[in-house]
């Protein structure tokens, strides 16, 4: 995807990951709430993409240690599971904490005992590269 470059405009890559999660599927009063906060920061300009994603159990990890690479399939061992992301562009990065900050606050309201955290990582693009004017 080739993204237009605006002056004055971030791309913030946000991934989302599970601590703790009550048993059963997401409540749908939740899902309902995600989809419409989706909405809105869509019809702002504000979100680019985002999605679900498959459990690690499915994905692969490839390392380079020592000149040699490795492959190994999951599931990953870390205690918190990479299960979503966002692409936000943004002006600032406190545009996309606070996108960030009211997808977790709905999992607070909506599903208790549902914990989480959020990384909110600004992309660099061709302009953080650019030649010395």
Do not use: C
């Amino acid at each position: 995807m080739i993204t237009k470059i605006r002056k004055n405009i971030m791309r913030y890559f946000v991934t989302l990951k599970v601590t703790a999660q009550p048993d059963g599927p997401p409540p749908a009063d939740l899902m309902e709430a995600i989809f419409k906060l989706g909405q809105e920061a869509t019809e702002a300009g504000a979100l680019l993409d985002n999605s679900g994603l498959a459990p690690s159990s499915e994905g692969a990890r490839i390392q380079l240690s020592g000149g040699r690479l490795t492959v190994t399939d999951g599931p990953f061992a870390e205690a918190k599971e990479l299960i979503s992301y966002a692409l936000y562009q943004v002006k600032t990065k406190e545009e996309a904490v606070e996108w960030s900050s009211r997808f977790l606050k709905l999992h607070r309201d909506l599903w208790p005992g549902w914990e989480g955290e959020v990384d909110v990582l600004r992309l660099f693009g061709p302009e953080d590269f650019a030649p010395p004017a």
